[in-house]
C-alpha cells in the first residue's frame, strides 16, 4: 500500500507471532489480579502509538495531531479488514492461532471483552 514502509509484511506477521504473548504476558505481570482483557492490550497498543506521534516534529498543531491519529486509525482498519479476509479462509484468527500455538490460557479472558 505505501512506499514508506522499511519491513515487509511477512516480518511483521512473524513478529506479531512471538510479541502479542510476551505483550499479553508482561501486562499479566502488572494486573492487580494477573488477568488480561482486550481493552487493556488496545489501550497498552494506544499509549505506544501516541507516544510516537507525541515525538513526532511535524505534528505540530492540533489538525496536525488529528491527521496523525486518523492515519493509525485508517492502518488499523487495514489491517482489520486483511486479517478478516484471511479468517474467512481458516475459520479462525490470527490472534487465537498465535494463542493456540502456545497452550495459552488468556484466550477466554481476551475474547470475552
Known amino acids: 500500500m505505501m ?12 513478529l506479531v507471532q512471538q510479541v502479542m504473548p510476551q505483550l499479553f504476558d508482561a501486562l499479566a ?14 489501550d497498552f497498543l494506544s499509549l505506544c502509538t501516541a507516544t510516537l506521534l507525541d515525538n513526532d516534529t511535524y505534528l505540530t498543531t492540533p489538525r496536525h495531531l488529528r491527521l496523525g491519529a486518523q492515519t493509525v486509525a485508517k492502518h488499523v482498519e487495514r489491517r ?7 479468517q474467512e479462509g481458516t475459520g479462525q484468527s490470527l490472534l487465537s492461532l498465535v494463542l493456540a500455538l502456545r497452550g495459552d490460557t488468556l484466550t477466554r479472558a481476551l475474547t470475552a471483552h
Open 80 to 86: 482489520t479488514k486483511e486479517l478478516r479476509a484471511a
Open 29 to 42: 505481570s502488572v494486573s492487580s489480579d494477573g488477568d488480561v482483557c482486550a481493552d487493556d492490550v488496545i
Open 3 to 14: 512506499d514508506s514502509f522499511k519491513v515487509d509484511d511477512a516480518a511483521k506477521f512473524h
